[in-house]
């Protein structure tokens, strides 16, 4: 087979869970070949490049292979290599360790361990030598 649906072959390929993500991938903009948005039924052919963003990372990968029919993980290096530039990745590790500081909306309050890690990240260990006692600022809001 020399092409295949961009949706079947990142499905193949083991880039998205299901051929419904991939799809819906590709509707949103979020999928391109050689450069040019695409749609799910666009076939790519062995050479082709296919960037894939993920915010905050946009991968690259090179087409080794067209094929429809999932295959092992394995597999998966005959089939596509991972051209990504490095600078993605560096993307990608400073967004893991600055990621509990912006909370998604809607996420809930954060849970004790991350309570702890806002805290860390926002008073180091200096923090100790500060006084936090506000009850000065009580009295003089009550005398107003």
């Known amino acids: 087979m020399a092409e295949a649906r961009i949706d079947k072959w990142m499905w193949a390929a083991r880039i998205f869970k299901t051929r419904t993500v991939a799809a819906e991938a590709c509707k949103k903009g979020r999928i ?3 450069g040019a948005l695409a749609k799910p039924a666009r076939t790519v052919k062995p050479g082709d490049t296919v960037q894939v ?4 990372v946009t991968y690259s990968f090179k087409v080794l292979q067209a094929i429809e029919k999932r295959v092992g993980a394995k597999l998966v290096p005959d089939i596509m290599e ?25 996420t809930g309050r954060p849970t004790k361990k991350e309570r702890r890690d806002l805290d860390e990240f926002f008073l180091p260990g200096y923090a100790e ?16």
Request: hydrophobic share 30%; no cysteine; glycine share 4%.
């Open 32 to 34: 391109s070949i050689n």
């Open 53 to 56: 963003r993920k915010p905050p």
């Open 82 to 106: 991972n051209v990504t530039t490095p600078d993605q990745y560096e993307l990608l590790e400073m967004n893991k360790i600055s990621g509990f500081v912006n909370r998604a909306k809607g």
């Open 129 to 144: 030598e500060f006084d936090f006692d506000f009850d000065d600022e009580r009295e003089v809001e009550e005398d107003i």
